[in-house]
């Protein structure tokens, strides 16, 4: 059996890709692997999560920032060119598999060896002084565990603030719930400048060095071949990035003009199967018609708007104003 780690470092950006090839590597690879990738913008939620409930949806639409489900659970996160995200995979035995200080002691290890003082959080974080560099998920497969997390080293801050700024008042779920907490970059106090990608690659190369049987490893064409299958059937999908999430409730009472509307309604699977939407008396048979035809219907504006630009005739109310009431 090869006792090799292998250190492999993404070439491409595309998160849907890298969280496909995190997967793949978990459950159809052998060896222990280190796999190391940088993401354009967007927002990764855990898979046990309400995407609606953790994400600023009108933030996020505007800047052109997608969201995808990651495998493991946990929280959300923002990623973009300047976070570097690490994935250990290993194998072990049933009752060792899940240590996140174990996990991360790699590369605690080289930060405090070039200077740069972190250390383990309790909610299985990274930390400088009390701000946070690193969150980190897992997730188990068999005798295999893949222990994944974020490095803050120049990221964008402020789209980090607002992306992940949602209002969760308007969900009642079993969902797991992100913990927010203050964070900062490791450039901040790093006494080099240079771009994210070349701190990846430096981190890389000394984690390498500190573990002798790990070897350099680039996914050969099959493998890619297979990785991007997995990443168009899975996480290039909304039923996978929106809809895989638990079931919840979703409420809002919003003025619109000169009348106030007031939503409730239930969503499983992604779809609106209850729906319950009151105004004023002149508005009646308009909440009939739009309760009508959003039954079934994904909790998504791009399906909502779509249901009722075809169905209704919406003249004192614009579609993308009424489409606004259930988010």
């Known amino acids: 059996m090869n006792t090799n780690t292998l250190s492999i470092i993404s070439k491409s950006k595309d998160p849907a890709f890298n969280l496909a090839t995190e997967e793949y590597l978990l459950r159809q690879k052998t060896e222990n692997i280190h ?4 993401n354009r ?6 898979k046990h ?7 600023n949806l009108n933030y996020l639409q505007r800047e052109g920032i997608p969201l995808f489900r990651r495998l493991s659970g946990g929280g959300t996160v923002y990623h973009d060119e300047g976070n570097i995200n690490f994935c250990f995979i290993k194998n072990g035995e049933h009752n060792d598999l899940v240590n996140f200080k174990k996990a ?3 590369i605690v290890t080289v930060l405090n060896d070039w200077g740069i003082p972190v250390r383990h959080g309790v909610r299985n974080d990274l930390l400088i002084d009390y701000k946070k560099i690193s969150g980190n998920a897992c997730h188990v497969f068999k005798r295999r565990v893949m222990h994944h997390g974020t490095l803050l080293f120049n990221s964008n801050l402020e789209h980090l603030t607002f992306s992940l700024k949602s209002d969760p008042g308007k969900f009642r779920d079993k969902a797991v719930k992100s913990v927010r907490s203050e964070v900062m970059n490791i450039s901040a106090i790093y006494n080099e400048a240079i771009e994210a990608s070349d701190f990846l690659n430096k981190l890389e190369s000394q984690i390498r060095f500190n573990n002798s049987n790990t070897v350099l490893y680039d996914l050969t064409y099959k493998e890619i071949d297979e990785i991007n299958k997995l990443k168009k059937e899975k996480y290039d999908t909304t039923e996978w990035n929106y809809s895989y999430g638990p079931a919840y409730e979703f409420s809002k009472r919003v003025r619109l003009k000169k009348a106030v509307f007031s939503v409730k309604m239930k969503v499983e699977k992604g779809k609106i199967r209850d729906l319950q939407i009151r105004s004023t008396k002149e508005n009646e048979e308009l909440c009939k018609l739009i309760t009508k035809n959003l039954i079934e219907i994904y909790h998504q504006k791009e399906a909502i708007s779509h249901a009722l630009t075809q169905n209704l005739s919406i003249t004192e109310f614009e579609v993308s104003e009424i489409t606004d009431l259930f988010f």
């Open 35 to 38: 796999f190391f990738y940088i």
């Open 41 to 46: 913008p967007s927002v990764i939620i855990g």
């Open 49 to 55: 999560q309400n995407a609606l409930a953790e994400i």
């Open 104 to 106: 991360t002691d790699p």
